[in-house]
């Protein structure tokens, strides 16, 4: 294996993470920024009220984009393990 394939693969295990990670950690940020505006304008300090909400959309986030992802991974699962067999051969 040379470093040029190492640093493909792992150009494409991140490239990977970023794309199915992103979807989800993205909305949990911007339910996040939103309940923070919504606390600071009301002075309400709750901490339930920042739970809630994140847990909600990121649930929500999961149903939507769950087979998306599903499939983003099975695929660079199966093209991994054929890059693994043509390194070993």
């Known amino acids: ?20 990670g992103g979807p989800v950690l993205l909305t949990a940020f911007l339910v996040g920024l939103i309940v923070s505006i919504f606390q600071a304008a009301t002075q309400i300090h709750e901490m339930t009220i920042t ?20 499939i983003m991974l099975t695929e660079y699962f199966k093209e991994t393990f054929v890059n693994i067999l043509k390194i070993l051969q």
């Open 1 to 20: 294996m040379s470093i040029d394939q190492a640093i493909t693969l792992i150009e494409q295990m991140l490239t990977i993470a970023l794309k199915v």
């Open 51 to 70: 739970f809630i909400p994140k847990i909600i959309a990121t649930v929500g986030a999961m149903i939507i984009f769950g087979s998306w992802m599903f």
